[in-house]
């Protein structure tokens, strides 16, 4: 029940449009017989605190660093950084040894030439396991090294690049043929050779490949 | 809340809060303590905070830090000594800005309701709740605070 004693509060919530509809019909009820009070209430409603026009002094000093977040994602990128950047050191070191091999399977040829039928056997085993890409054929080679003394002159490269020009002219034909298999060229084989048969000789790998062929 | 959700509240929030505990303290150093102070205790709970609650939850450390200010007669003491001084200074202050010297003789319950309804917009039963009093209390003192600025400010001009 609104009273003179309570009706402030009444007046204040119908101004501020926070009552029921029956509520508000109470209120205009007793507003009918309190004319006056109602000329309070709309001068009581108009007053309203506005905003100062002020902005927060210091603001940035609040504000704190939004790294947290990306903590993660940092680890993250260092790892595949580090992880590219190993890829990217095999297959540079892999180079070489995809030369090597191209190298190292002209290089057998000077036994081979002497036994032809060797060289057969050689070739099927490159055959049989990869048969296109010399530089799997190199693999080929190692998995197999320990146990064909055949193939050890697969480990020779390390003489290759030395031994590789002398090489191709010893060859007999048909192993020519064998050679221009790789997709790359190999300038090395077409170079004029270097007879360089004592090194050859000081190798005990080739004297045992030799030794065996023979 | 995260960091960045914390620093978008600092950013969006802070002038919201400043011009609200000017309006309540009306002297600005103690304002941006308050604020600061609140935006501090964010930080520390920030973990409890959802970000769409967050201005809720700063009005409502806001009010308790100034509602603790008041107490401690920081605000009253300091608003009054600088307004006295901001009148002498500048004699057509009042004219300038009769609504807070008039906000500064509300009791400061009543104040704090005017704000919390005329700048944030509250409901009653949010004040109620807030202020820990009844729907009833918070409209007679809110008819009450707004009768009383009415007359300060009729008596400024």
């Known amino acids: ?214 | 809340m995260t960091t960045k959700e914390y620093n978008h509240c600092v950013r969006h929030l802070g002038d919201d809060l400043y011009r609200f505990a000017l309006r309540y303290a009306n002297l600005s150093a103690a304002a941006e303590d308050a604020v600061q102070d609140v935006f501090a205790d964010l930080w520390e709970r920030r973990s409890e905070v959802e970000a769409e609650g967050a201005r809720g939850w700063l009005i409502r450390a806001l009010y308790r830090r100034l509602v603790d200010m008041h107490r401690h007669d920081e605000v009253v003491r300091n608003a009054q000594v600088a307004q006295e001084n901001e009148y002498r200074q500048h004699e057509n202050f009042e004219l300038k800005d009769a609504l807070a010297h008039a906000l500064a003789t509300l009791p400061e319950q009543q104040r704090m309701l005017v704000l919390l309804r005329d700048l944030e917009g509250y409901e009653y039963a949010e004040m109620a709740q807030m202020t820990g009093l009844s729907e009833q209390q918070v409209s007679v003192y809110l008819f009450r605070a707004r009768k009383q600025l009415k007359k300060q400010l009729e008596d400024y001009r």
Not at chain 1, 136 to 153: C, G, S
């Open chain 1, 1 to 214: 029940m609104i009273t003179m004693e309570n009706y402030e509060g009444w007046l204040m919530r119908y101004a501020d449009g926070a009552l029921t509809h029956e509520e508000r019909e109470a209120v205009e009820a007793f507003l009918e017989q309190h004319p006056e009070l109602r000329e309070e209430m709309e001068e009581v409603a108009g007053v309203k605190v506005t905003p100062v026009v002020a902005t927060l002094p210091g603001k940035e000093r609040l504000l704190k660093k939004e790294h947290e977040g990306f903590a993660w994602w940092r680890v993250a990128a260092a790892v595949a950084l580090m992880a590219l950047a190993g890829t990217t050191l095999l297959v540079l070191n892999r180079k070489p040894n995809e030369a090597g091999p191209m190298v190292a399977q002209a290089q057998p040829e000077p036994a081979n030439a002497a036994e032809p039928q060797e060289t057969d056997t050689t070739h099927k085993t490159y055959k049989n396991n990869k048969p296109y890409e010399p530089y799997k054929t190199h693999k080929t080679h190692k998995a197999h090294k320990p146990y064909r003394p055949q193939e050890l002159p697969a480990e020779v490269p390390l003489l290759a690049e030395e031994v590789a020009p002398q090489a191709s002219p010893i060859p007999p034909q048909d192993t020519l043929e064998e050679i221009p298999k790789p997709s790359r060229p190999e300038p090395t084989v077409t170079v004029p050779p270097v007879i360089n048969d004592a090194r050859l000789a000081t190798n005990p790998w080739l004297e045992a490949l030799t030794a065996s062929n023979n």
